[in-house]
């Protein structure tokens, strides 16, 4: 009897981390460059059941039985969001579209090869630099202007250049009054190159890396495979957007609902078990 009772905690325990992460995907829907996060559920491993008869005789079969399900991990979805213009000089907004020879990408950002291989969509993010100068990249480009004259994210965090340092403009000269070019440099209205190019790195499998909360990544290990962006490829910077988060509110509600009813019905299985339990004691002992 206990075996269910196990099997519906479990699946109260999923589903109320299947909650947070949509709840927490829905209180960032107007943070610039966030990613929708999904949680991955898996059921524990099958469990051969069998009846065993007297000593030396065979087991005979019953069957296969799960003992519940478990949320694994939460997945990052790395697909491009719609851009706002804010006309703000110090925003900046990612598109990226990355192709890759010989493989066709679906609306997730997933190919199937003819081997099976499945390979996902890389993906182009701000290099920084945090406070404790570890590399980060992000999508958020709400970025500020120090007094000296260094580009910021909102967490405090350096934009790198491609020279891999700190991006600093010369003294006097404000983001207003420059351009950014198709191969992110810095122009002034003259165009005169100031020596300044903003690092978009490319990142070859975007689930190689976890949050680091603002909006960072870095990657789960030192194996992830990360280059700096060349032309030719579909990757553009537009000055005076941000890209927005590219959670869909109606599909958020759906799975909102739909983690709290069945966590309602395994609630329901638990309610069921103690009842029994308790008959099973107080009214069955009596006989």
């Known amino acids: 009897m206990l075996r269910g009772l196990y099997t519906a905690a479990s699946g109260m325990i999923a589903q109320q981390r299947r909650h947070d992460t949509v709840t927490n995907n829905i209180s960032n829907i107007h943070t610039p460059g966030y990613k929708q996060n999904n949680a991955v559920t898996r059921s524990f491993p099958e469990m051969l059941l069998s009846m065993t008869g007297v000593e030396g005789a065979q087991h005979t079969s019953i069957g296969r039985w799960n003992s519940g399900v478990f949320a694994e991990e939460s997945l990052s979805i790395h697909l491009q969001g719609d851009l706002t213009q804010t006309n703000q000089s110090s925003d900046f907004a990612l598109i990226s579209n990355i192709e890759v020879e010989g493989l066709s990408f679906d609306a997730s950002g997933k190919a199937i090869g003819p081997d099976g291989e499945v390979t996902f969509q890389p993906q182009a993010f701000f290099t920084v630099q945090d406070p404790s100068g570890e590399t980060r990249y992000t999508r958020g480009g709400k970025f500020t202007l120090t007094g000296d004259g260094f580009l910021m994210t909102s ?16 003294p006097g000269v404000g983001l207003d009054s420059l351009v950014l070019t198709d191969n992110q440099r810095f122009i002034d209205p003259n165009g005169v190159d100031i020596g300044v190019q903003l690092l978009i790195s490319r990142i070859e499998n975007p689930n190689d890396l976890v949050r680091q909360g603002n909006g960072n990544f870095k990657f789960m290990t030192d194996a992830g495979e990360v280059r700096q962006t060349v032309a030719g490829e579909r990757i553009e910077v537009r000055q005076g957007y941000v890209e927005r988060s590219n959670v869909d509110p109606a599909q958020a509600s759906v799975d909102l609902m739909s983690a709290l009813r069945a966590y309602e019905a395994n609630q329901k299985v638990i309610q069921f078990y103690d009842q029994s339990l308790q008959k099973a004691v ?6």
């Open 155 to 170: 967490d405090g965090s350096s934009v790198l250049g491609t020279n891999g340092a700190p991006i600093q403009l010369p």
């Open 282 to 287: 107080n009214e069955v002992g009596r006989v």
